[in-house]
């Protein structure tokens, strides 16, 4: 079983699709540990309590410096005995220490096609306004690595949307989410758990499952 945190900030809903993945069997061989908000309001925390998943508030505001908070945000996961660290909307810089400990074994997802519209300054709803105003007709989802930088991991999986006509930064970040992100973020999830990640020179290969390998 790959014992997963996942980490959130706001409305969860791709913690939803993770909830929901492994209840219908569409995520093998996963257990939601702990969810981990940094905002005590977020919706994501009912989420949990919802189905039964230990929820906890580890917020900046409750320390005394960003090395406190980062050292209680390290603890808490550390406490869960995580296999794999999910950022599903984690508003928060990951401290480098979580990252040399869990190399590979944290992943986010993005609203966009990395390495377009991502980096610094490139969250929420600030990714689809970029995309609208370049005009691209073309945009999607990525499921990658988190490594040192910002959006610079290895790449996982990466599913395309279509930008329309008349598209505000609202509706596309709605159906980024419907049509890419609650579908990639279940699917890394379980390519993970079932040892079909690969990740090499920096580069990621997705083993086929058994079955799409025509072996029952
Ligand atoms: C998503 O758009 C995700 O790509 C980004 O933050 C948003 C989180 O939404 N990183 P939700 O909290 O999962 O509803």
Redesign the pocket.
């Known amino acids: 079983m790959l014992r997963i945190v996942v980490c ?1 900030s ?6 939803q699709a993770i909830i929901d993945g492994v209840k219908n069997g569409q995520i093998s061989n996963t257990e939601i540990v702990q969810v981990i908000s940094n905002n005590g309001n977020a919706y ?1 925390l009912k989420r949990a309590e919802e189905n039964g998943i230990p929820g906890i508030c580890v917020s900046p505001k409750d320390y005394e410096d960003r090395e406190a908070f980062n050292d209680a945000l390290l603890e808490t996961v550390k406490r869960a005995a995580p296999d794999l660290i999910v950022l ?2 984690f508003l928060v810089v990951v401290p480098e220490k979580m990252i040399a400990e869990y190399r590979n074994k944290i992943i986010n ?3 966009s096609l990395i390495p377009s519209f991502c980096g610094k300054g490139y969250y ?1 709803l600030k990714v689809h306004e970029g995309v609208l105003e370049r005009g691209v007709k073309v945009t999607g ?1 990525t499921v990658h690595f988190v490594d040192e930088g910002t959006d610079t991991g290895p790449i996982i999986l990466q599913r395309p949307v279509e930008v329309e006509d008349g598209d505000t930064a609202e509706t596309l ?1 709605k159906r980024v ?1 419907e049509q890419a ?1 609650w579908i990639l973020l279940p699917e890394a999830v379980d390519a993970i758990a079932n040892g079909r990640v690969e990740v090499k020179d920096g580069r990621c290969r997705i083993l086929k499952n058994r079955k799409d390998r025509g072996v029952s």
Do not use: D, K, W, Y
Not at 10 to 15: A, D, K, V
């Open positions: 959130v706001g409305g969860g809903t791709n913690l994501a599903a909307g997802i993005h609203p929420g989802a970040q989410m992100e």
